[in-house]
């Protein structure tokens, strides 16, 4: 499983760096995509992601940086596939209510054919999600007109009062959930968690009472209870090793209050989280719902992140990749820095931070114990 | 005046080639932009173009390669500008109808605050430019929403019997028509006049009648009849050069099938037109709404064009500039040399032919006299 970052910048793409895309390939093969800003097709020919291999798509938030590339990348998903092979492959869009009508319009009015089926499932915002400045600008942002030749189906996914989050999925050994984030217009930080694996079966012992490999070693690697012929009866626990934790992954959209996450989830092994502006800009960060290092390092610390990655970087700081000695006072660097030197100074020493240019890629192994 | 391309390509954006975009530089500065694929404001960047000196920008037609980096452009033409100067300033957009619910829709559900105003002027197709696939995908192309608060006006246009076109703009020293295109959607090319420019004034010949430069010499310029106190009268005609004639251009949208143009105008400076495959694949190409060089090459002779400037090339196609002798026969010259090549054969020894790369510039020069 690993993160392949697509796009590092806020605001808008340049020639040296993309709008927010982030991709999740999982040990399968298949890629689950985080955003996807104008260009993010382009980011992804030039990375090691192949199109054709993802099968979700995430939006944190519906603002231009990273949701004006989706319709070009639904198109280009389709090139050099079978379309009579794809027909009946489903592709799976999660973000907030209006994705649907901004998907549908766009496609439709461009009359883009998918040669795969979708299915668009939107999130209800709460109504403490809006801005006071909301109706300023009214704007209808359920579809009216007619689906998408190619939608399977849709879904709305309301706010869970108990679980204090938006569930989208549990399935094929993952569960994600949304929680709210604090920005001007709704946005939604994506909580990815793996199921835990079981443990490895103890085969010597189970040799040594004369059991051989066969259907009774699957049935104790999946937790049952067996028992033989003899009479005897084998608990699974007294043959598996400890059960292996599923990783855990939250990608978040532009925030300037990330709080509602550690309602959702703790533990994490990798929070990527934005830092658009450096700690002394604060004030200014916040006003346009943003957040610096230190408050990043502050998320970090309460949901208790292995990792820590910056990313959605004002364009104002250049690609670390690119500074040297000469210009170090632009780089994406300072905001690193600040991070790490928050961390320390609210003592903690588990969060390793980094910070994510375009192309950076992080592996996430398992773990066989959770610290 | 001169033309910069930004995206070459047809279909969909790759890492050595951007989708279509041309820039149309006036004399004044002022900047006009012909389609906006997906990536056009980093093309844009790249170039020499200024995001703020553009006024006004045309869409050949819906598809998405010539339209999904418009909600982005339009977002990045306010960058760096202030808001209160800018407030007044008008940005114009040409093109089918459907072009206002897209812009509408996107800046609407992204929240995007443009910080000038736009008018959308919407060309109504006529009902013989709807393929017969057309009403498979029932979606109105009309806006049923509330408009965007940034939208000053806007208008409609319908194609006017006796002119052939339809008529856009007629100010500041131009004319802008729109001929009907054949393609999988309605498309459209874009035909700009400038106005003629008087000749030179004679001012040797005045001075040798005693006339000094003044308020005399404004009114011959603008081809009035001056009685002298004298009571002679000087005709304008007696004391101007020949009349320089406007330039003209056209760029089309995608087609396989430009006749009409020759119906707007005739003794075209440059012709900028798509040859999207080799004459060799003309069928495919025509089954796809496309043309080959050879077509290209016919309308350029039709329209009697002095200058045929190809681009809109299939990504099977490499960039001139990429290739060598290993790889020459992948290159887009391939496309270039079958338009030379019927040029010749049609006996055409008017017209230059040229293929636009990524960043291409082409000036055009005033003439003194048309040939």
């Not at 800003?37 to 382009?42: C, T, V």
């Not at 300072?334 to 790490?340: D, K």
Request: proline share 6%.
């Amino acid at each position: 499983m690993k993160l392949v970052f697509l796009g590092s910048a806020s605001c808008y793409p340049t020639p040296t760096r993309g709008v927010s895309c982030t991709a999740l390939q999982l040990d399968n093969g298949e890629v689950w995509i985080f955003d996807c800003g104008e260009g993010s097709q382009i980011q992804i020919q030039k990375s090691c992601i192949k199109p054709g291999k993802i099968t979700r798509i995430f939006i944190t938030h519906l603002h231009g940086d990273h949701l004006f590339g989706l319709p070009g990348l639904l198109c280009t998903m389709g090139n050099g596939q079978d379309p009579e092979k794809s027909q009946n492959n489903v592709v799976h869009l999660y973000g907030p209510l209006g994705l649907r009508k901004y998907v549908t319009t766009s496609l439709s009015l461009s009359r883009s054919p998918l040669i795969y089926k979708i299915i668009i499932h939107e999130m209800i915002p709460r109504p403490d999600q809006f801005p006071d400045d909301w109706k300023n600008w009214d704007f209808d942002h359920e579809l009216t007109d007619l689906s998408l030749p190619q939608e399977k189906s849709h879904s709305r996914v309301s706010f869970d009062e108990d679980k204090g989050c938006w569930p989208l999925l549990q399935e094929a050994g993952f569960t994600v959930v949304a929680a709210a984030l604090r920005h001007r217009i709704p946005s939604y930080g994506f909580v990815i968690t793996e199921k835990s694996s079981p443990g490895r079966l103890n085969t010597e012992k189970l040799e040594e009472i004369g059991i051989r490999p066969g259907p009774i070693y699957g049935k104790l690697k999946a937790r049952q209870k067996v028992t033989l012929d003899s009479g005897d009866v084998l608990e699974p626990d007294e043959y598996l090793g400890p059960a292996v934790p599923g990783r855990s992954v939250a990608i978040l959209g532009d925030t300037c209050d990330s709080s509602e996450l550690a309602k959702c989830l703790k533990d994490l092994d990798v929070l990527v989280h934005e830092a658009t502006m450096e700690n002394k800009m604060r004030e200014k960060c916040v006003e346009f719902g943003h957040s610096t290092p230190a408050m990043a390092a502050e998320v970090a610390h309460s949901v208790r992140a292995e990792t820590l990655i910056l990313f959605h970087v004002s364009p104002r700081y250049r690609p670390v990749s690119s500074c040297d000695e000469t210009n170090k006072h632009e780089s994406a660097d300072i905001l690193l820095s600040e991070a790490v030197a928050h961390l320390r100074e609210i003592n903690n020493t588990r969060t390793n931070a980094l910070i994510a240019e375009d192309f950076t890629e992080f592996s996430i192994p398992r773990h066989n114990h959770k610290t």
